[in-house]
């Protein structure tokens, strides 16, 4: 990855929450396949089913292009999230909004980087209520064919039901297995999906020209698909959370395990997005869904265990993105209310948690225009270009540098599809709501 020559290192932060130690920070006993598992689970997941149906309104020239460029951007500023970790000498930056803090001022960084991380992680977790609850409505079709048809509202209210249980994990460490299970099932499903389209071949009469809509219509649609991609690349937001629970020495810093895992997790990565993108437009051209695997009809106990399989992947990494926001949520009402932590605390936090992204879910259940919508507002800013402004701000690369000048490149292209994505999912939604029959 590309580093400038820093500048003399910054002063540490005198602040005792930024100074977690062995002893009272989060627990530090994860090895480096931790990291490349927690954040498969959290960058592999409902994103990738609808990357055919972003290249279907991008074309094959666009589509690759931004496949091939996010995946290029987003490795370097996973990179550079990794070695701002510990970029001052004793102090481990084991939130996003630490590192802010630091970046951008006491009063000023938590404003900056808070609203955006929680934006994702919230986003992912109603995205995934969503996906859960459609691929368990699809299983069942496909395993019960003369089973009474049940309402998709419930489905995602069965599977909500699932994480009040799992919610009351009490850190990252004790979700690992559930992780490792979701990462197992991510690069299965992946690999069904791009397999069975393969098999399938393409469809008759396929067409790449890009769909007839109106003018207007087309361009949001565009804008739309470019969030897509933008939500397919959304492990940064918990990828100093995922680092905090790996141990630190001066002879092996945190950020060399760290960054194996996160090489190790963005080949995955490739080996989901790539095939299933590119195999998935070319089986069935601008006719896809927006979830590939309610395309695929054949074989049909294949494509139920796929859709069984994106269950178990999402449950996953429903609690990865889960797992900051509960300790955020709990540190609070710790610390102004004065609620004595413990099992009551958590049980309510965490329950009432569920239950809105559950809510939100089962009322706003479009799955492509949520994609694009959180994509842009929420996963553009903390994966493409927010890494690179806390980059310039603290390491400080010579100007018109090379690390300065793709610095700047990633934030002037991050920024884009943020307003670009932000726009076309919200219009997207309008549009699909007024002709959806909420709560049916």
């Given at each position: ?81 990794i070695q701002l970790h510990e970029c001052v000498p004793g102090v481990r930056f084991d939130r996003y909004y630490d590192l802010g803090r630091h970046a951008f ?72 297995a559930v992780s490792l299970a979701a990462a197992i099932m991510s690069l299965s499903y992946s690999t069904i999906a791009w397999v069975a389209c393969l098999g ?241």
């Open positions: 990855m590309v580093s400038g020559s820093p500048s003399p290192t910054p002063k540490a932060v005198p602040s005792d929450e930024l100074r977690k130690g062995e002893n009272n920070g989060p627990p530090r006993e994860a090895k480096w396949w931790y990291s490349t598992f927690h954040t498969v689970t959290a960058m592999v997941g409902a994103g990738v089913l609808s990357l055919p149906y972003a290249m279907a309104y991008l074309g094959w020239g666009p589509g690759t292009l931004m496949m091939v460029l996010s995946w290029c951007i987003t490795l370097n500023t996973m990179w550079q999230m001022g006491e009063r000023l960084g938590p404003w900056i980087v808070l609203p955006q991380q929680l934006i994702v992680q919230v986003g992912c977790d109603i995205v995934y209520m969503v996906t859960g609850g459609k691929c368990l409505k699809k299983f069942m079709e496909l395993a019960c064919t003369n089973c009474a048809p049940i309402r998709q509202s419930y489905w995602i209210c069965i599977f909500g039901a699932i994480h009040f249980f799992l919610s009351q994990l009490p850190n990252f460490n004790s979700v690992s399938r071949g393409r469809i008759p009469n396929v067409s790449y020209a890009y769909k007839k809509r109106s003018t207007a219509d087309a361009m949001f649609r565009v804008a739309n698909a470019l969030g897509q991609i933008t939500f397919a690349y959304a492990g940064h937001a918990v990828a100093l959370e995922i680092q905090a629970t790996i141990p630190s020495t001066p002879e092996r810093p945190s950020r060399v395990p760290m960054w194996k895992g996160a090489v190790g997790a963005y080949i995955v990565n490739a080996i989901c997005y790539f095939p299933v993108a590119f195999i998935g437009y070319w089986a069935f051209g601008h006719d896809v869904d927006d979830n590939v695997l309610v395309t695929l009809q054949k074989p049909s106990w294949l494509i139920a265990a796929a859709n069984l399989m994106v269950v178990i992947h999402v449950i996953g990494s429903y609690q990865v993105y889960a797992m900051p926001v509960f300790d955020m949520l709990e540190r609070t009402m710790v610390k102004r209310l004065n609620i004595p932590p413990g099992l009551a605390l958590r049980l309510v936090v965490r329950s009432a948690y569920v239950a809105f992204t559950l809510f939100v879910g089962v009322t706003f259940p479009f799955f492509g225009d949520l994609l694009g919508f959180f994509g842009g507002f929420g996963f553009a800013p903390t994966s493409y270009f927010l890494p690179s402004i806390i980059w310039l701000k603290i390491m400080k690369p010579k100007r018109l540098s090379i690390s300065w000048c793709i610095n700047w490149a990633c934030i002037v292209i991050g920024v884009f599809m943020m307003v670009a994505s932000t726009v076309g999912g919200l219009r997207n939604i309008v549009a699909d709501s007024s002709t959806y029959e909420f709560y049916s």
